[in-house]
C-alpha cells in the first residue's frame, strides 16, 4: 500500500486543513494519487502544540467522515516534532511520543537558521532517541538551506532517515530548495518521499507538475 509519511490533513489543529470539508477534499486527493494511507504529522511546533488527545480526536472526526463518503484512506496519527526548547521537552516527558510503522518519528528542525534553539542539539536530541530504540526521520532536510554537506552526512551516519517533500524537484519550494534537493537525491541520502499535503495549493501543483499524464 502507498504510505503518505507525511501530511497535514487532520482537520482544525494545524495549518494544513482548517475544515472538515478542506481535510476530506485533500484526503481524496491524495487517494487520487494513489495513496491508500496517510501518516498523519500534524505540527507540535511553537505555534501549535498539539497532543495525542488532540491529534486522536481529530484523526477520529475525519476518520469517521473518509468511512461515510467511502474514501478509501487508511489513517493513522502521528506528529512533525520540531526540535526547539518550547515543545520537544514536554513531549519527551509526558511521553507524547507517536510513532508510524513501529518505532518512526517525523522530526523537524527550524526552517530558518535559529539563533539559538535553547541547550538541544539536534544532532544529541537524534542519537538519544536511536539509542532508546526509535527511527527518527528527518522531515525535507532540503529545506534547511543552512545545513551543510558534513552537516548532513552526520545525521545519516549516526543512523537518520532522510524525508523528501514531493514537489520539491519540481520547484514548488523554490530553485534554492529544488538545487539542494537535487544535490541530496544525487548522492542517494533520501529514504523515502511525503507529500506534506497542507493545503490545496499542493494538490494543484502535484496535479500539474508531478502526476500530470499519470492519472486516470
Excluded at 544532532?123 to 527511527?135: A, H, N
Excluded at 552526520?154 to 519550494?173: A, C, I, S, W
Amino acid at each position: 500500500m502507498k504510505t503518505d509519511c507525511h501530511c497535514h490533513i487532520l482537520p482544525g489543529i494545524d495549518d494544513g486543513a482548517q475544515t472538515l470539508e478542506e481535510a476530506v477534499f485533500l484526503a481524496g486527493k491524495l487517494v487520487e494519487f494513489g495513496y491508500g494511507r496517510a501518516i498523519c504529522t500534524s505540527h507540535r511546533s511553537f505555534q501549535f502544540r498539539n497532543t495525542p488527545a488532540s491529534v486522536n480526536a481529530a484523526c477520529t472526526l475525519l476518520r469517521e467522515e473518509l468511512s461515510r463518503r467511502d474514501i478509501p484512506l487508511e489513517l493513522v496519527p502521528s506528529m512533525e516534532y520540531r526540535i526547539i526548547p518550547e515543545t520537544w521537552p514536554e513531549a519527551r516527558a509526558n511521553g507524547w511520543l507517536m510513532p508510524w510503522d513501529g518505532n518512526h518519528l517525523l522530526i523537524e528542525l527550524p526552517i530558518s537558521k535559529p539563533e539559538k534553539i535553547g541547550n538541544l542539539v539536534a544532532l544529541d536530541e537524534m542519537r538519544s532517541l536511536i539509542k532508546e530504540g526509535w527511527q527518527p526521520v528527518l522531515a525535507h532536510p532540503e529545506r534547511y538551506l543552512y545545513l551543510s554537506g558534513d552537516d548532513y552526512l552526520r545525521f545519516k551516519d549516526l543512523g537518520v532517515e532522510f524525508q523528501r517533500n514531493l514537489g520539491t524537484l519540481e520547484g514548488l519550494y523554490g530553485p534554492a530548495v529544488r538545487q539542494r534537493a537535487r544535490l541530496l537525491d544525487a548522492q542517494g541520502l533520501y529514504d523515502r518521499t511525503g507529500t506534506d499535503t497542507h493545503s490545496r495549493r499542493y494538490t494543484d501543483f502535484f496535479e500539474q507538475y508531478v502526476f500530470r499524464g499519470h492519472l486516470e
